[in-house]
């Protein structure tokens, strides 16, 4: 049973323009969220994460937010960047498995 | 070391042969994970190690699926009598615990090719 899901296959968005990814859970006991870039070839990189007490994490460009009562978080990038072109993954720290993934696209 | 490290990069096998893919986290983690990630798939979770309690099996998708972590540290991952099917980027990642904020760090994976 998939507990976090990511509804989006891909996403496109123009440079410089804000990219905005969204995860949903289903857990509402789930302590950590986090978020991971991968790009191909390789194995995925820790991004950001956010404690389920806050509702917001910023970390320079990357902003992740959480409603609780939604059960729906989400990454924002802005400045979005060329190098930004990845798959990004959710997940929930309480439980070992990810979202399916959101392959991001910034176009020049 | 100062990643985690997973070999072989690149695995070629016939059907039906079996297959060892080796972890070796990073030292001092006390957890260690394997995903899978097939063609244009997402991560999906296969096993779980926690220290010295009993591994996390779950998401094994056959009985010729299984894995060892000996004294804490390297882990391998056995598949038996491989399929078609699975073919797959094979990646272990490692963390300090399971109830963290900062995440696993992953290895760059082992790219299995059955044929």
């Known amino acids: 049973d998939q507990q976090v899901k990511q509804n989006s296959p891909s996403l496109s968005v123009q440079e410089g323009r804000i990219s905005i990814l969204n995860c949903d859970y289903t857990?509402?006991?789930?302590?950590?969220f986090l978020w991971y870039k991968k790009y191909p070839a390789e194995g995925p990189t820790f991004l950001i994460s956010i404690s389920s007490i806050k509702d917001k994490n910023e970390d320079g460009r990357f902003t992740v937010f959480l409603n609780k009562s939604a059960k729906h978080l989400s990454l924002h990038i802005v400045p979005s960047q060329p190098g930004d072109s990845a798959v990004y993954f959710c997940?929930?720290?309480?439980?070992?498995?990810f979202g399916a993934g959101t392959r991001l696209t910034v176009k020049p | 070391g100062a990643g985690v490290s997973q070999s072989p990069s690149n695995k070629v096998t016939e059907k039906g042969k079996d297959v060892e893919l080796r972890c070796d986290p990073i030292s001092g983690h006390t957890a260690l994970y394997w995903y899978r990630q097939s063609l244009g798939q997402g991560l999906e979770f296969l096993i779980y190690?926690?220290?010295?309690?009993?591994?996390?099996k779950s998401g094994l998708p056959s009985d010729r699926f299984s894995a060892e972590r000996t004294g804490g540290s390297v882990s391998t991952l056995t598949i038996q009598r491989t399929q078609q099917e699975d073919s797959a980027v094979y990646l272990c990642?490692?963390?300090?615990?399971?109830?963290?904020?900062?995440?696993?760090?992953f290895g760059s994976g082992t790219r299995l090719t059955v044929v």
């Open positions: 857990n509402s006991m789930f302590d950590y």
């Open positions: 190690f926690q220290g010295n309690s009993a591994p996390d």
């Open positions: 997940a929930a720290n309480n439980d070992m498995r």
């Open positions: 990642a490692s963390s300090l615990a399971l109830r963290q904020g900062a995440g696993y760090t």
